[in-house]
């Protein structure tokens, strides 16, 4: 964690609220909601540990290169996995989720571990910075190329945050940010695999008007689905 933040980690913010609730459970006067607060609080900082725990091990197997393999993979069931998988969360919010896909996509050769969990990182954060609206999964193909993106209605991001949201542990001062629990290292992760599958992140926003993340990857030649 950065060293300012020593003092309100989540461990320590989550032992308190454990141990908290441990004197509340014990105490006749504690209400249901002081209860309740405890435990929600707890909870919230379990989560951020756990997508903590998950996105170190993302980058921890990229600078392994644990994963790393290439294999052929279709960009239909590419999509249709993604969608599947986060549709759920996206309708949670009541936020729409949009698949947008041209005819006859073909394959790709690259790493499907690492290029999952690129996409998976656009989306995830697709739907947690937008309150309203829509997100859109869509696969371009033109010219032996095919373009990934994500795009949200979301809160936007800065001229000034969008040469600084892929370092390390960088969140920004949007106080709609800071709202959300990130950890801080989703996009430093996602830079790292778009490295290791030879691709660059294009990063289109505007403050209050959403964002659209994308890569292009080259289409093998011969095959087609």
Do not use: C, W
Request: charged share 25%.
């Amino acid at each position: 964690f950065p060293s300012h933040d020593t003092r309100s980690t989540p461990i320590a913010i989550s032992e308190g609220s454990i141990s908290n609730l441990q004197v509340l459970l014990n105490h006749q006067n504690a209400t249901k909601s002081m209860i309740v607060d405890s435990a929600e609080t707890a909870h919230e900082q379990i989560v951020f540990l756990a997508r903590m725990v998950n996105d170190l091990s993302t980058l921890s197997r990229a600078e392994r290169n644990v994963g790393g393999e290439q294999e052929v993979i279709s960009l239909k069931d590419l999509a249709n996995k993604l969608y599947s998988e986060y549709e759920p969360d996206a309708h949670k919010k009541k936020l729409k989720f949009n698949l947008d896909l041209s005819h006859n996509l073909g394959t790709v050769t690259t790493s499907r571990l690492y290029l999952e969990e690129l996409v998976q990182n656009f989306v995830t954060n697709a739907i947690k910075y937008t309150k309203t609206g829509s997100i859109t999964l869509s696969l371009k193909q033109q010219k032996g190329k095919v373009t990934i993106a994500v795009k949200d209605t979301g809160i936007g991001i800065s001229k000034a945050d969008q040469s600084k949201i892929f370092g390390k542990f960088y969140r920004s001062e949007d106080y709609r940010t800071r709202e959300t629990s990130g950890t801080g290292l989703g996009l430093y992760v996602a830079q790292k695999l778009a490295q290791k599958i030879g691709v660059k992140i294009n990063l289109v926003s505007r403050l209050n008007f959403g964002s659209t993340f994308s890569i292009t990857l080259n289409v093998d030649e011969t095959k087609t689905t």
